[in-house]
């Protein structure tokens, strides 16, 4: 049973800095795409950025430069460094995960049909 766990939400000042981390269990995958989303009240669930196993990385346009999504394969484990956080990033934070056959299928148009979700966890960004 494939499980997602994030932690690491919070409530910050605009400015201000904040690290998710998402833990993943119950899978094994050769290869997958792996990405973070949100969610705010009243909004549609929005791409905010990406991993595949090779290490390869998207971002949204509004978070580029802010915001670094890394992983530690070992651990199965994924994080997203959140910097120059804006009130506009407040959102519930979830992470997804889906097995691909090779990493193209993560990077670049549609975001991929994740298969596995985690709870979420709430950001907060005040002005």
């Known amino acids: 049973q494939v499980q997602l766990v994030e932690s690491g939400g919070g409530s910050v000042q605009t400015g201000g800095s904040l690290r998710l981390s998402c833990v993943g269990s119950?899978?094994?995958?050769?290869?997958?795409?792996m990405g973070w989303f949100r969610q705010a009240p009243g909004k549609e669930r929005e791409g905010v950025a990406g991993i595949d196993r090779d290490g390869g990385t998207r971002y949204a346009d509004f978070v580029k430069g802010r915001f670094i999504i890394s992983q530690d394969n070992a651990a199965n484990t994924f994080y997203l460094q959140m910097n120059s956080l804006k009130p506009e990033d407040s959102a519930m934070y979830y992470c997804?995960?889906?097995?691909?056959?090779?990493?193209?299928?993560?990077?670049?148009?549609?975001?991929?049909?994740?298969?596995?979700w985690g709870q979420g966890t709430q950001v907060t960004v005040s002005s």
């Open positions: 997804a995960i889906v097995p691909v056959p090779a990493a193209r299928y993560c990077r670049g148009g549609e975001w991929p049909e994740y298969e596995h």
């Open positions: 119950g899978y094994t995958y050769a290869g997958y795409c």
